[in-house]
């Protein structure tokens, strides 16, 4: 993907605090400065060269002084200042306090947030998309997404009012499928009238689910699973809204699955049927 062009960015060395870059930058912590700067915090040497190299947009590029004079730190600084990101070099208790956390990543990166408009989805062939009602956990959702991005799902759909995919929690939890996976966000209203339209499969996951999840043939059109709430499971509008509802068997005491957890394993079962997976052993 070809990279944005702009003037080229500052770089800048950064120890205290109270420098109001910083201040800034840790704000991102709080969800409202995430959707009006349209930025999030990703963490990580790899994260923060995947997502370049996959044409996100990178405004801010921060690293420790330690990573002075390594390499593959100056070269990535160097591209990102090209790219006109400004480079900050902070100290251990800039970074520790950026990451808020202690032993925080050496590099990371301060990304324009990218969302997927619903008009763009155009389903084809066996290809497979999720859907999650009011997800609330951002390790649920960063599980999900990397799930998703595992099976080669083409993307994950946001209903309703859901936990934020660019909080620092999710983006961790994606382990950088994040800037993989293509998201989109709709309300439960439009939801209904886009699953009216899908040309396939939609297939709802639900405790009374009355069909196996292995028995639907997922193989000649494209599925959308959706997955309900982790307290409350699908509203009964949106169940209505499906084409087959279906429970993964349990046995023993736990009434139902983490959604995470249901949806690898509603993911790996659909993608069985229509795939040949790159790493599959016999
Ligand atoms: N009390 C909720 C209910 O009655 O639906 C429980 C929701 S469950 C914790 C969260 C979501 O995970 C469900 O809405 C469904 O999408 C999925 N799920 C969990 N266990 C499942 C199972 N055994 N079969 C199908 N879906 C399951």
């Known amino acids: 993907m070809s ?39 990703a963490e990580g040497m790899k994260l923060v060269i995947d997502a370049i190299e ?19 730190v100056e070269k990535l600084a160097t591209r990102c200042l090209a790219q006109g990101a400004d480079v900050l070099i902070v100290s251990e208790k800039v970074l520790g306090a950026i990451a808020r956390r202690d032993n925080p990543q050496m590099v990371m ?22 859907a999650l009602d009011r997800v609330r956990a951002p390790g649920n959702l960063g599980t999900i997404i990397r799930t998703a991005d595992a099976v080669g799902a083409k993307g994950v759909i946001l209903v ?17 499928s994040i800037f993989a996976v293509p998201l989109t966000r709709m309300s439960e209203a439009d939801f209904i009238a ?30 959308l699973l959706f997955m309900g709430n982790e307290q409350a499971g ?19 005491r736990a009434d139902s699955l983490n959604p995470a957890i249901a949806t690898g394993v509603s993911l790996f079962e659909i993608r069985r049927h229509a795939l040949t997976f790159e790493g599959e052993v016999s």
């Open 234 to 252: 699908l509203t009964d509008e949106l169940a209505a809204a499906c084409t087959v509802l279906i429970k993964i068997p349990q046995a023993g």
């Open 109 to 130: 990166g301060v990304f324009e947030q990218r969302w997927t408009s619903p008009a763009a989805i155009r389903p084809a062939g066996n290809d497979v998309w999720v």
């Open 160 to 176: 309703g009012q859901t936990t934020d995919p660019f909080a620092t929690e999710t983006v961790r939890a994606t382990m950088g």
């Open 3 to 41: 990279e944005t062009i702009r003037a080229p960015g500052r770089g800048k060395e950064v120890t205290s605090l109270s420098n109001p870059i910083i201040k800034d930058i840790r704000l991102l912590e709080k969800k409202r400065h995430r959707d009006e700067t349209g930025t999030f915090l």
């Open 54 to 72: 996959n044409g996100w947009t990178i405004r801010t590029l921060i690293y420790a002084k330690a990573g002075r004079g390594q390499e593959n």
């Open 194 to 223: 886009f699953a009216g339209k899908w040309p396939g499969t939609v297939a709802g996951t639900h405790l009374k689910g009355a069909v196996d999840y292995r028995k639907p043939n997922y193989r000649e059109k494209p599925v």
